[in-house]
């Protein structure tokens, strides 16, 4: 389910690297001023249209244009990555989930930032590096993200801190009140990879090695995650239906009293509270033997190597990421900002008593691995483990996390 610009080199260099993108990772240009494009995941909250406008009416010759791409990261990368690869100009700043860096930086699809015409040392420290690719700044963090647990105060006292805790609320729940117990995304696209990696990491595992060159997946603990997931699916507390779930069926599904847990993103706060109102509660991510840890999520801003306008681009990711519209993005988009310290502010804690939890979550996240192939690693680990949930009758757990192991490695030899 974002951030800010640089300037880079001579004009010179626009028309020749820029326009050619022959070497990924090459030094560019930012040269060139007019009318942009802004190419990100659809807007849900309607927020974004109210600070394109201030820009759009500040600058006349330099208006900017949004164009909503789908609501899955998937389908995203997969339009973004269709214009790139045909060197198409009509994407000039460009939404990136914070785990394609490295792609989009290798392919050439991309221009290198300054690193000093952005204000990084007041930004979260995680949230910075998920924009840096062998030590080049290539985008400017927006949004950053942590998976959180929603859940119902009028059916839950005390909110769980362990699977075990989650699997006991949710099966009273169930039993008493005929709702769903727990879900999260559970389709088979990136939401899953995130979904699972997350309960890897909260069994004290992890995939892949944070440089993405080594898989340090432990068949144990990932059978143990995969089991956490296989259990509730078998005893009814996970509903079978959320095996088709993205971040909106599953919002849609809590707030609409479906669910008496659900794991979501930040954004996903300000339309639950309008429904629930004090009936919501938000927490940290439960684990095998205490707090889990969430994958660590958000999108940052780049340039396109193919954009005419790359200094208007630059200086509206400048604009986009100032203090003043970090502060909007959270309080009208309800999306986590990237400003360290807004989460200390009184006044939004106050507004958003997740705050603190926020920030202690997305401190303790982890980044997804920093790979030229990571688009390659995360369809094994859906697909994995989408067919292991919707089989009846499947192998064992730690087989599936077994055979899923020697698919990744069979991908990092090849790279």
């Known amino acids: 389910m974002l951030r800010s610009l640089p300037v880079l080199l001579a004009v010179a260099l626009a028309a020749g690297c820029a326009a050619t993108g022959d070497e990924g990772g090459g030094e560019t240009g930012t040269g060139g001023t007019g009318p942009i494009t802004f ?84 930004f979260l420290p995680p949230v910075v590096e998920t924009a840096i690719y062998k030590n080049k700044l290539w985008a400017v963090p927006y949004t950053s993200n942590a ?22 609320q949710s099966r009273q729940i169930t039993k008493k009140h005929n709702i769903g117990g727990y879900a999260g995304q559970f389709l088979a696209y990136e939401g899953l990879t995130v979904n699972f990696s997350e309960a890897v990491q909260s069994a004290g595992g992890q995939i892949v090695s944070q440089d993405g060159t080594e898989v340090t997946l432990d068949p144990v603990k990932g059978g143990t995650a995969l ?20 971040e909106e069926e599953s919002r849609l599904a809590f707030q609409e009293g479906r669910l008496a847990f659900a794991r979501n993103w930040p954004h996903a706060y300000g339309p639950a509270k309008a429904e629930l109102g004090r009936k919501l509660g938000v927490t940290r991510l439960p684990g095998l033997n205490g707090p889990g840890s969430s994958t660590l999520g958000g999108a940052n801003l780049a340039i396109s ?23 909007r993005v959270l309080t009208e988009g309800s999306f986590p900002p990237v400003w360290t310290e807004l989460y200390d502010d009184p006044e939004l804690i106050k ?27 995360s369809l094994v680990i859906a697909s994995s483990v989408a067919k292991a949930l919707g089989n009846p009758s499947p192998e064992s757990a730690d087989d599936v996390a077994a055979s899923m192991k020697s698919e990744l490695e069979e991908i990092i030899r090849t790279q």
Do not use: C, M
């Open 227 to 246: 089991d956490f997931l296989l259990q509730g699916l078998r005893e009814g507390w996970i509903p079978k239906e959320s095996l088709s779930y993205k």
């Open 39 to 122: 190419a990100t995941g659809r807007d849900t909250t309607a927020y974004l249209q109210p600070l394109l406008d201030r820009w759009n009416q500040a600058h006349p010759a330099e208006k900017v244009t949004l164009l909503e791409l789908p609501e899955a990261a998937d389908e995203q990368r997969a339009q973004i990555g269709a214009n790139l690869q045909a060197r198409s100009s009509r994407y000039d700043v460009l939404g990136l989930d914070v785990v394609w860096t490295a792609e989009f930086a290798e392919n050439g699809w991309i221009i290198p930032l300054e690193r000093g015409l952005f204000p990084l040392d007041r």
């Open 147 to 168: 998976g959180l647990l929603y859940y119902r105060t009028d059916l839950v006292r005390k909110p769980p801190r362990t699977w075990a805790g989650l699997r006991h």
């Open 351 to 377: 507004r958003f008593p997740y705050l603190p939890v926020l920030k202690e979550s997305i401190l303790a996240a982890r980044a997804r691995p920093v790979s030229a192939n990571y688009n390659q690693l």
């Open 305 to 327: 190597a193919y954009s005419k306008h790359q200094h208007t681009a630059q200086e509206f990711i400048r604009y986009f990421t100032s203090l003043e519209n970090e502060r």
